[in-house]
């Protein structure tokens, strides 16, 4: 855990959020400025800075992430859904703990 870290702060429940998910590894929780129908974030509990060192580091880890996205759009939107990983301050990351956008509910545009 990152003592600066807001991710790091909302899975250690001292920052509260809606969580939707989680198991001994994993967290996700509803984005609060959300850019989709559904949007929730899916985070790691390990810190890790981005998804290429969270893919070097734990790339089982970074597959279930996945299978976490895909369960969320199951349940919420038949299965479709966008996944974004933003990797660095020019891609638009402003929370350096890895975190997937799981973007659902509603059908989007290209």
């Not at 790339?59 to 759009?73: F, G, K, N, W, Y």
């Not at 990983?85 to 990351?93: H, K, L, R, S, V």
């Not at 997937?100 to 989007?108: F, I, N, R, S």
């Amino acid at each position: 855990m990152a003592d600066d870290c807001l991710f790091c702060k909302i899975i250690a429940g001292e920052i509260p959020s809606t969580k939707v998910y989680e198991d001994d590894t994993t967290c996700a929780f509803k984005d609060i400025n959300p850019k989709a129908k559904v949007h929730v974030l899916i985070v790691p509990k390990k810190h890790c800075a981005n998804v290429a060192e969270l893919a070097k580091s734990d790339p089982a880890e970074l597959a279930h992430i996945v299978e976490i996205a895909q369960s969320i759009a199951d349940k919420e939107f038949h299965g479709a859904y966008r996944l974004i990983f933003n990797t660095g301050e020019d891609a638009g990351q402003s929370v350096f703990h890895v975190h997937a956008h799981v973007l659902t509910g509603e059908t989007m545009e290209e």
